[in-house]
């Protein structure tokens, strides 16, 4: 047996008390005159040996008394199996992690993991109640949990504790509870508690968590049944343009996490807060679906989209934000020496209101409006030299795109420093006269190429019937990518990357005289493709974890300073204003996500949309959710808990929260047995036998 606060063994001094007045009460014969000596037969004798017992018997009743009342202050306990061997010096931290992310919004037995843990560290942390060293970490890791405190108010600030947007790794959660005990008592003795659903796609790596010799690590898990969730894996458009007031179709990946079928789940698809189309999806046990909607949109511009559906019990990831750019102006320079009879380009763009199409002779134009264009088209140019040449470098290092068709006669050492500068080599010339025995036919596209991913699909798998033949001008060999080739598996287009642009080159000139390609059904769709693919594809939706995106932005201001400001949900309070880490190069602008423990303790990173604005004004709307990662049902059991752990003898792994009193079993086994009620019962009793003695022992 031990004692929590021995220094009250002091207070057994006080059976001395009654023991000195019981020796030293020497008692004064009193004498009572009777005026009858009739009255002497109601007088009951008492013989001294009887007397001396009944004072004998009080006299142990209130000895017992204070000595059990000083072993209750005292507060003995037996020690428990696994109680500390003593190495440390000093007194610890208990430190109580509450994994607050959104997977504890799970239930079992109609309550939430995140109440039922909450409750379970309320009634744990009586067993801490003297403890002045109780910490209580959750995955905002905020300010807050650096404070090494009392049990009272961890227990005020468990009332407050909500889900948290932010994952954490278990390794991360054991080196912050470690870094803030050894800030405290470096060389004392630690317990950690891990109250914790274990979800896998969050967890991280368990085998890397080697725990500290001096310190024990209790694991909590809080599960239930297994159950399962829908969450929106993916969105996507069936054409990279959206045009107003025509008919769009979205595609949208539903995955589903669970291990029975999800049937005929509704799907509901909103475009600026108003429901636009409904679809129905079966997903298959741990399998995905694709829904397909259509829609319209009536103006310009960004337009707010969410894909929403009604999945119990989880519902943080019911709702999926994307942003959809409707017509964006792409801006198209064609600069041309040579200049074919039917200009093929300007029928293509020009009579388009989603290009800003704008053409010159290359030998006057101002390159200043190089740094505008989007895509820059180089038709017939026979030499690129000098200012023209630097300028054109420049524009593809900034991002933009160049798509070369040769003039009959192209300059060879003028395409080769030119085009060899980009990874494009061994460029040949073929200078012989257009002639239509030299025409050679062009192969089929790839249908596994992703240029052409959206161009076939309503032809037949038969393949094209008539493909287009061109006279090459060109030919040359190096790293770019194969968009068409001639049967003879020569290049036609290809298209290399090069800083951060690209360079499209093409084999022949686009005169009749040398071919139909810009006559044939493959010409239009290449050309808007390649127009498509010169402005960066914002994505429609990013996610939280990814820790940096990049956006284009025209006209950008080189020393300006963005911020992203959220957009109030309907029915929901204000919004947040953040000044991310940002840098700008050429037209792009990178901003770092905050995280968590970067923000103010008022502020909480919600899916939703951000507006990018600068100086009061709105340059982009964006769609920020949360990774998918938290909306994955799959949990580390136990046993598997014990596998990571095993060869760690301070780790302690408890079978399920629910199973059993927890806080009773961890006392057991770890506190020890407390004594001290029984103490209290034991005085209470001596005292109750001392008043009945008096009462009614007569002698």
């Not at 300010?143 to 009332?159: F, H, I, P, S, Y």
């Not at 076939?456 to 770019?480: C, D, K, Y």
């Not at 957009?567 to 204000?574: F, L, N, S």
């Not at 949309?609 to 964006?622: H, I, P, R, S, V």
């Amino acid at each position: 047996m031990q004692f929590l606060f021995p220094s009250f063994l002091w207070g057994l001094l006080a059976v001395a008390v009654p023991i000195i007045i019981h020796l030293f009460n020497f008692r004064r014969t009193k004498k009572v005159f009777f005026t009858n000596v009739a009255f002497l037969k109601a007088v009951e004798t008492e013989t001294s040996s009887f007397r001396r017992i009944k004072q004998w018997l009080i006299l142990a009743a209130r000895v017992l008394f204070l000595a059990f009342l000083a072993l209750a202050f005292a507060q003995p306990f037996l020690p428990a199996k696994n109680a500390s061997s003593g190495r440390s010096t000093g007194l610890g931290v208990s430190s109580l992690y509450l994994d607050n992310s959104l997977s504890m919004q799970n239930t079992t037995e109609n309550k939430r993991y995140l109440d039922l843990a909450v409750t379970k560290i309320d009634e744990l942390l009586t067993l801490f109640r003297q403890s002045p060293n109780v910490q209580l970490v959750t995955n905002d890791f905020s300010g807050e949990d650096q404070a090494v405190t009392n049990a009272t108010k961890v227990k005020d600030r468990l009332t407050s504790v909500g889900l948290s947007p932010n994952p954490r790794t278990l390794e991360n959660v054991y080196k912050r509870q470690r870094s803030l005990a050894q800030k405290h008592n470096a060389s004392a003795s630690n317990q950690f508690f891990w109250f914790s659903d274990f979800q896998k796609s969050t967890a991280g790596d368990l085998s890397k968590i080697k725990t500290d010799s001096l310190d024990k690590l209790f694991l909590v898990p809080v599960q239930g049944k297994t159950s399962q969730n829908v969450f929106v894996d993916s969105v996507w458009l069936a054409s990279p343009f959206i045009r107003e007031m025509q008919n769009n179709v979205l595609y949208v990946k539903v995955f589903n996490s669970g291990g029975s079928e999800v049937e005929k789940l509704p799907v509901k698809l909103f475009i600026d807060d108003a429901q636009a189309s409904t679809a129905s999806v079966d997903i298959a046990p741990n399998g995905s679906a694709t829904a397909t909607f259509n829609f319209t949109v009536k103006d310009k511009g960004f337009h707010r989209g969410k894909v929403s559906f009604d999945d119990q019990p989880v519902t943080f990831d019911n709702d999926y934000y994307f942003v959809l750019d409707a017509s964006p102006v792409i801006q198209v320079l064609h600069l041309y020496q040579q200049r074919s009879a039917a200009d093929y380009i300007g029928k293509v763009f020009d009579n388009d209101s989603l290009f800003a199409y704008h053409a010159y002779s290359a030998s006057n134009v101002d390159v200043g409006q190089f740094k505008n264009a989007n895509l820059i088209v180089l038709e017939g140019v026979e030499a690129i030299t000098g200012t023209f040449r630097a300028s054109l470098e420049e524009f593809i290092r900034q991002g933009g795109s160049l798509l070369v068709f040769p003039p009959s006669n192209p300059e060879l050492d003028d395409y080769g420093q030119f085009l060899g500068a980009f990874g494009i080599q061994s460029i040949s010339v073929n200078n012989q006269p257009p002639l239509p025995q030299s025409h050679l036919p062009v192969a089929e596209p790839n249908r596994q190429n992703p240029f052409y991913a959206d161009v076939f699909e309503r032809t037949t798998l038969q393949g094209v019937a008539n493909t287009p033949a061109m006279q090459p001008v060109l030919n040359w060999s190096g790293i770019g990518e194969k968009i068409l080739t001639f049967k003879s598996q020569q290049n036609f287009i290809t298209v290399t990357n090069a800083y951060q642009g690209k360079v499209y080159l093409c084999a022949s000139p686009l005169e009749k005289a040398y071919g139909n390609f810009a006559e044939h059904a493959f010409f239009v769709p290449t050309m808007f493709k390649i127009a498509s693919m010169s402005v960066r594809q914002e994505r429609a939706a990013y996610n939280f974890s990814e820790g940096s995106i990049t956006l284009d932005l025209p006209n950008i201001k080189k020393n300006a300073t963005y911020k992203l400001t959220s957009v109030a949900k309907t029915g929901t309070g204000g919004k947040i204003e953040i000044i991310p880490i940002q840098r700008i190069t050429g037209n792009q602008l990178t901003l770092e996500l905050p995280k968590a423990t970067q923000l103010s303790d008022n502020q909480i990173l919600e899916s939703g949309y951000y507006e990018l604005q600068l100086d009061g004004k709105t340059e982009k709307l964006l769609a920020l959710n949360h990774d998918n990662e938290e909306s994955k049902m799959e949990f580390y059991t136990p046993d598997e808990l014990r596998k990571f752990f095993a060869g760690q003898k301070n780790v302690t792994i408890f079978d399920n929260l629910l199973d059993g009193d927890f806080v009773k079993t961890f006392q057991e086994s770890n506190v020890g047995t407390p004594l001290w009620k029984y103490c209290i019962i034991l005085a209470l009793a001596f005292l109750l036998v001392e008043i009945l003695l008096i009462r009614f022992m007569k002698g």
